[in-house]
């Protein structure tokens, strides 16, 4: 499972507020991704990190935010929830800067009403 | 950005039959092509990959093929079993790494 977890697994929140996932990772790499999976789409990539405070837009950034503090740990922030937030998130490692693999964690499953 | 499609949306298949699915990407610099898995209520799990530098890569039942002038390339799944029923997704990137994910396909294998 390239010794990555995410939490909360599962969360159900309302319109409006703010929720933040986590994604821990416990062997150094130093290259994560968050994706967002919805039927009909695939996985989209909504930010990534390539290192400490380093991080980008993917293809569907708007009303999410991300920080890395620390090499472990990569948030993933809704500001403001919406009902188009809700989805599967998916956190990714990608083990090496000359290599194109990527391992995903388990998931978390957000609701919001 | 990359555009990848995928076909067919579901497929169905006897058991011990084989099985294909189709990508094609728009990015003519992508150059790494991974197909994952993915099982209900799972994470998606590399099965194969494969660079812009091979035609083809097998390993065991399944293979993969690429035709980098006509920007496609395909899974094959021999001799499928039951527990090849899944969500199947291929994906393309380039230099930047950033990986962009077909549509998926959910395979049955019927018994």
């Known amino acids: 499972d390239a010794g990555i977890t995410q939490s909360p697994r599962h969360k159900v929140t309302e319109t409006g507020t703010p929720v933040t996932l986590r994604c821990h990772q416990t062997e150094n790499h130093r290259y994560m991704y968050w994706y967002r999976q919805d039927p009909g789409h695939g996985l989209r990539l909504i930010h990534y990190?390539?290192?400490?405070?380093?991080?980008d837009k993917g293809e569907v950034s708007d009303g999410y935010s991300v920080s890395r503090s620390k090499t472990e740990d990569f948030l993933l922030t809704l500001e403001s929830a919406t009902s188009s937030q809700t989805s599967v998130y998916f956190c990714a490692i990608r083990p090496g800067q000359n290599t194109d693999t990527q391992y995903f964690g388990p998931g978390t499953r957000l609701t919001v009403l | 950005g990359e555009n990848v499609e995928q076909h067919p949306s579901t497929l169905s298949v006897q058991e011990g039959d084989s099985a294909v699915i189709k990508c094609t990407y728009s990015?003519?610099?992508?150059?790494?092509f991974p197909w994952y898995k993915q099982e209900l209520g799972k994470r998606p799990q590399l099965i194969i990959d494969i660079r812009s530098n091979v035609g083809e890569k097998k390993d065991q039942r399944i293979a993969v093929t690429l035709n980098k002038t006509a920007k496609h390339f395909s899974l094959h799944i021999t001799e499928t079993q039951p527990e090849d029923s899944a969500v199947y997704f291929c994906a393309a990137s380039s230099n930047d790494y950033k990986l962009s994910f077909g549509a998926g396909t959910t395979v049955t294998v019927r018994a």
């Open positions: 990190s390539y290192g400490v405070k380093d991080t």
């Open positions: 990015d003519s610099a992508s150059n790494y």
